[in-house]
């Protein structure tokens, strides 16, 4: 099982980003997909979670302004980030939580950087 996460970058607060996990050796489309975030000195946080049926979950910080996706076509979920601010600033991890075992899988993680 391998997660390839892609899309981070520097960016000015206001702009947009969209990440995306592309999964290999197992399918978002029977499992939860999900995105989390790590920020220097602080305990990683939920950003969102797909479940297989496609209904998501927002960590409060991000409703409104992120929006998950996925393809299942692609076995790839998106993070569409918009307005985004300073302490969004975050190393985001691509995760997927098998359903009936609920093992992990993770992504190595791509760096977000919001300047003011």
């Known amino acids: 099982v391998q997660l390839q996460a892609s899309g981070g970058g520097l960016v000015q607060a206001g702009w947009s980003l969209r990440l995306s996990c592309a999964a290999s050796?197992?399918?978002?489309?029977?499992?939860?997909g999900g995105w989390y975030r790590q920020a220097p000195g602080k305990q990683r946080e939920l950003v969102a979670i797909i479940r297989p049926s496609g209904f998501t979950v927002y960590g409060e910080s991000v409703k409104g302004r992120f929006i998950i996706s996925k393809d299942n076509a692609k076995n790839t979920v998106y993070l569409q980030m918009n307005s985004l601010k300073p302490e969004d600033t975050a190393v985001y991890y691509c995760?997927?939580?098998?359903?009936?075992?609920?093992?992990?899988?993770w992504g190595q993680g791509t760096q977000v950087t919001v300047s003011s």
């Open positions: 995760n997927l939580k098998h359903s009936p075992s609920l093992v992990d899988y």
């Open positions: 050796g197992i399918a978002f489309a029977a499992n939860y």
